[in-house]
C-alpha cells in the first residue's frame, strides 16, 4: 500500500484525488503529493529500509505508489564516495561525491521514470511520453521497454549523438523537434491535452515523477548513518529536482528516519548560458525571466523553469547560494572531478563540481561542512564537449624506442595533466 | 485582427469545452480581455491581483513566448494563434 492522501495544490492549497493531475484547475500552481507520515513513521524503519532492495525502492513509504512488482532497471543505490582528492584541491574538509552516473542509463533520470511509470501503469496508462533533453528520453524509453509500454519521447534536433542513440536503440518513437527544449516542452504541454491517455511522464503525471528525486536525500542520508550533510550543491534544470532534495531531508525526519531536524544548506548550480534562476538569485528578484540557452550543458538548457521560483525560493531559505559557470569552467570541472576521483561525468556534472568551486572561493560552501555534490549524468553521454580538450598523451610507433622517447613515468613525483 | 486561442484542458469547461477559440484584438492584452468577454472567468484564471500574467500561466503568440516579445502589449496580426500553456511542466 502507499500513503498518499491526496494532492494538493503548491500555491493556493486547493485538494485534488489520486489521478493523473499535474496544475491546479484554478491557479495552475504545480500539485503536490500529500502523505499521511504518521503512518509512514509507523510503518517504515532504518532495519526495514536496510533489509529492502538496493534500489529506490526501499523507500517505497515515501514513494507516491507501491507495487509489488514496480517498472524497475535498478535505478538509485548508487555510490555516495568519499572526495578527499578533489577536496584538498578545492580546500574542504569533508566532501563527497553522489555519484549518479551509475544508474542504468547514465542519469538520475531513472529514479524519476521508474516511479513515474510504475504510477502511469497503475492509472491505467499504456503510452509512456515525455519531453526532455535527452537524459530524460533515454531513461523514458528504456524502462517502458523493459514494462511493455508504448513510448514517445521528444527531444532538442541538436542532441548530443550519444543521447539520440541510446533513446533510438530502445526501438520506441523518438521524435527530434527543430528547436529548444523550451519549444519541445510547450509542444508536449499542448499534447498533453489533445493526447489524455498518454502519460506524459513530467506533465500529466508530474506530480509523482517529480517525487523520484526525493530518493536522492534519502539515499545521502542513509549512506552518511542516517545523517543530514551540512550543506549540498545540486545542478538545476527546472529546479525540480533541487526542491525534491530538500522536501526528501526534511520528509526523513518527519518521519523518524533522522534523530535530529536536518538544515541543510542548499547551493544551485547552473550554466551560465542557461541561468535563470542564478540570475534571479544574484539580482534579488522574485520573478524568474525567462531565457533562450546557450551551453554545452545541453541536460540543463531549460530556459523557462517550471520550478525556478520553488528552487530560488529553497536556496534562500536554506542560506545556500547559487553560482553560474562558463561552458570553460564546466570543462574544467569535468576534469578536474575526473582526475582526481576517477568520475566521469557528463556536462551537467560539470557544472555542478565548477559551481562547487565558485561557492568555496566565495566562502559559501565552507571547509567545516560536510559536503555532497550531486553529479547525475555519465560522460559517456557528452564525449563531444571533451573531444577537443583531451586525447591521448603520446602516439608512437610501436617500439620500445619510441615509447622510451615520448613517455617518461615517475610513480614518486607524479602528477596528471590538467591542462 | 482575428487570431485563433488555444485553451488547455484545464480551462476548456470556462469555453463550453472547447480547445480553440477565434477571437478579435490588436494585442494579446486585447485578444484575452475579448476572451473573457466572451466566456466570463477566463481573467480570473490567466491574471493576478495587478492584471500581469499569473506566474505560472504561459502565453505564446506564434510558438514564441510573450514574455520574449512585449508581453501584453505584443501586436497581434491577423491569422496568428495565441497558445495559453500551464507553466509547470518538463524538467
Same mark, same amino acid.
Given at each position: 500500500?502507499d500513503y498518499?492522501?491526496g494532492?494538493r495544490c503548491?500555491e493556493c492549497?486547493?485538494?485534488?484525488?489520486?489521478e493523473a493531475?499535474?496544475?491546479?484547475d484554478y491557479c495552475?500552481?504545480?500539485?503536490?503529493?500529500?502523505?499521511?507520515?504518521d503512518?509512514?513513521?509507523?510503518?517504515?524503519?532504518?532495519e526495514?529500509i536496510?533489509?529492502?532492495p538496493?534500489?529506490?525502492?526501499r523507500?517505497s513509504?515515501?514513494?507516491p505508489?507501491?507495487d509489488?512488482v514496480?517498472i524497475d532497471l535498478?535505478?538509485g543505490?548508487?555510490?555516495?564516495v568519499?572526495?578527499d582528492?578533489l577536496a584538498a584541491e578545492l580546500?574542504?574538509?569533508?566532501?563527497?561525491?553522489?555519484n549518479?552516473?551509475?544508474?542504468?542509463?547514465g542519469?538520475?533520470?531513472?529514479?524519476?521514470v521508474s516511479?513515474?511509470?510504475?504510477?502511469?501503469?497503475q492509472?491505467?496508462?499504456k503510452v509512456?511520453?515525455?519531453?526532455s533533453t535527452g537524459?530524460l528520453?533515454n531513461?523514458?524509453a528504456?524502462?517502458?521497454a523493459?514494462a511493455?509500454?508504448?513510448?514517445?519521447?521528444f527531444i532538442?534536433?541538436?542532441?548530443e549523438?550519444?543521447k539520440v542513440?541510446?533513446t533510438a536503440?530502445y526501438?520506441?518513437?523518438?521524435?527530434?523537434v527543430?528547436g529548444?527544449y523550451d519549444?519541445?516542452?510547450?509542444?508536449?504541454?499542448?499534447?498533453?491535452?489533445?493526447?489524455?491517455s498518454?502519460?506524459?511522464v513530467?506533465?500529466n503525471?508530474?506530480?509523482?515523477?517529480?517525487e523520484?528525486?526525493?530518493?536522492l536525500?534519502?539515499?545521502?542520508?542513509?549512506q552518511l548513518?542516517?545523517?543530514a550533510?551540512?550543506?549540498?550543491?545540486?545542478?538545476v534544470a527546472?529546479g525540480?529536482?533541487l526542491?525534491k532534495?530538500?522536501?526528501?531531508?526534511s520528509e526523513l525526519?518527519k518521519v523518524?528516519l533522522?534523530?535530529?531536524?536536518?538544515?541543510?544548506?542548499?547551493s544551485?548550480a547552473?550554466?551560465?548560458?542557461?541561468?535563470?534562476v542564478?540570475?534571479?538569485y544574484?539580482d534579488?528578484?522574485d520573478?524568474?525571466?525567462p531565457?533562450k540557452p546557450h551551453?554545452?550543458?545541453?541536460?540543463?538548457a531549460i530556459g523557462n523553469?517550471?520550478?525556478?521560483?520553488?528552487a530560488?525560493?529553497?536556496?534562500r531559505?536554506?542560506?545556500g547560494a547559487f553560482?553560474?559557470?562558463t561552458d570553460?569552467?564546466?570543462?574544467?570541472g569535468?576534469?578536474?572531478l575526473a582526475r582526481?576521483?576517477?568520475i566521469?561525468a557528463?556536462?551537467?556534472?560539470?557544472?555542478t563540481?565548477?559551481?562547487?568551486?565558485k561557492?568555496?572561493?566565495?566562502g559559501v560552501?565552507?571547509?567545516d561542512?560536510r559536503?555532497v555534490?550531486?553529479v547525475?549524468?555519465?560522460?559517456?553521454?557528452t564525449?563531444?564537449?571533451l573531444?577537443p580538450?583531451?586525447?591521448?598523451?603520446?602516439t608512437?610507433?610501436?617500439t620500445?624506442?619510441a615509447?622510451a622517447?615520448?613517455?617518461?613515468v615517475?610513480?614518486?613525483n607524479y602528477?596528471?595533466?590538467s591542462t | 485582427?482575428?487570431?485563433?486561442v488555444?485553451i488547455p484542458?484545464q480551462?476548456r469547461?470556462l469555453?463550453?469545452g472547447a480547445?480553440?477559440? !477565434? %477571437? @478579435? #484584438?490588436?494585442?494579446?492584452?486585447?485578444?484575452l480581455? !475579448? %476572451? @473573457? #468577454?466572451?466566456?466570463p472567468g477566463f481573467a480570473?484564471r490567466?491574471f @493576478?491581483?495587478d492584471g500581469a500574467?499569473?506566474?505560472?500561466?504561459?502565453?505564446?503568440?506564434?510558438?514564441?513566448?510573450?514574455?520574449?516579445?512585449?508581453?501584453?502589449?505584443?501586436p497581434?496580426?491577423?491569422?496568428?494563434t495565441?497558445?495559453?500553456v500551464?507553466a509547470?511542466?518538463g524538467?
Amino acid at each position: 500500500m502507499d500513503y498518499v492522501t491526496g494532492l494538493r495544490c503548491r500555491e493556493c492549497g486547493r485538494q485534488y484525488p489520486v489521478e493523473a493531475l499535474n496544475i491546479c484547475d484554478y491557479c495552475f500552481g504545480p500539485l503536490e503529493v500529500v502523505y499521511d507520515y504518521d503512518a509512514v513513521a509507523a510503518a517504515t524503519s532504518r532495519e526495514k529500509i536496510a533489509a529492502g532492495p538496493q534500489t529506490i525502492w526501499r523507500y517505497s513509504e515515501l514513494l507516491p505508489v507501491s507495487d509489488p512488482v514496480p517498472i524497475d532497471l535498478g535505478a538509485g543505490c548508487t555510490p555516495l564516495v568519499r572526495a578527499d582528492r578533489l577536496a584538498a584541491e578545492l580546500g574542504l574538509g569533508e566532501l563527497w561525491v553522489k555519484n549518479d552516473t551509475v544508474n542504468p542509463t547514465g542519469s538520475f533520470k531513472d529514479r524519476v521514470v521508474s516511479v513515474a511509470l510504475t504510477k502511469a501503469r497503475q492509472l491505467g496508462f499504456k503510452v509512456a511520453a515525455c519531453a526532455s533533453t535527452g537524459n530524460l528520453a533515454n531513461s523514458v524509453a528504456a524502462h517502458a521497454a523493459r514494462a511493455g509500454m508504448v513510448s514517445v519521447v521528444f527531444i532538442p534536433s541538436d542532441l548530443e549523438v550519444a543521447k539520440v542513440v541510446t533513446t533510438a536503440v530502445y526501438g520506441g518513437n523518438s521524435v527530434a523537434v527543430e528547436g529548444t527544449y523550451d519549444d519541445v516542452n510547450r509542444l508536449c504541454a499542448e499534447l498533453s491535452s489533445e493526447h489524455p491517455s498518454w502519460a506524459f511522464v513530467n506533465v500529466n503525471i508530474r506530480t509523482y515523477y517529480a517525487e523520484g528525486s526525493k530518493t536522492l536525500a534519502f539515499e545521502v542520508a542513509e549512506q552518511l548513518g542516517w545523517r543530514a550533510p551540512d550543506h549540498v550543491v545540486v545542478p538545476v534544470a527546472s529546479g525540480s529536482q533541487l526542491t525534491k532534495v530538500a522536501k526528501g531531508f526534511s520528509e526523513l525526519y518527519k518521519v523518524g528516519l533522522l534523530d535530529e531536524e536536518p538544515h541543510v544548506r542548499i547551493s544551485g548550480a547552473q550554466a551560465a548560458g542557461c541561468s535563470p534562476v542564478a540570475t534571479a538569485y544574484a539580482d534579488g528578484a522574485d520573478v524568474i525571466r525567462p531565457v533562450k540557452p546557450h551551453t554545452i550543458a545541453k541536460s540543463l538548457a531549460i530556459g523557462n523553469p517550471a520550478d525556478g521560483w520553488y528552487a530560488l525560493k529553497t536556496v534562500r531559505d536554506s542560506g545556500g547560494a547559487f553560482a553560474a559557470v562558463t561552458d570553460e569552467e564546466i570543462i574544467e570541472g569535468i576534469r578536474l572531478l575526473a582526475r582526481t576521483e576517477g568520475i566521469f561525468a557528463e556536462t551537467a556534472g560539470g557544472v555542478t563540481i565548477a559551481s562547487l568551486m565558485k561557492l568555496v572561493a566565495s566562502g559559501v560552501v565552507r571547509p567545516d561542512e560536510r559536503v555532497v555534490a550531486y553529479v547525475t549524468g555519465n560522460g559517456l553521454k557528452t564525449v563531444e564537449a571533451l573531444a577537443p580538450v583531451v586525447g591521448p598523451t603520446a602516439t608512437i610507433a610501436p617500439t620500445l624506442q619510441a615509447f622510451a622517447a615520448a613517455v617518461d613515468v615517475d610513480a614518486d613525483n607524479y602528477t596528471r595533466s590538467s591542462t | 485582427m482575428s487570431v485563433t486561442v488555444r485553451i488547455p484542458t484545464q480551462l476548456r469547461p470556462l469555453a463550453g469545452g472547447a480547445g480553440e477559440v !477565434a %477571437l @478579435d #484584438g490588436t494585442t494579446v492584452g486585447e485578444v484575452l480581455k !475579448a %476572451l @473573457d #468577454g466572451a466566456h466570463p472567468g477566463f481573467a480570473d484564471r490567466l491574471f @493576478d491581483d495587478d492584471g500581469a500574467l499569473r506566474r505560472f500561466v504561459n502565453v505564446f503568440l506564434a510558438d514564441e513566448d510573450v514574455r520574449f516579445l512585449q508581453g501584453l502589449e505584443t501586436p497581434v496580426g491577423e491569422g496568428q494563434t495565441l497558445s495559453i500553456v500551464p507553466a509547470v511542466a518538463g524538467g
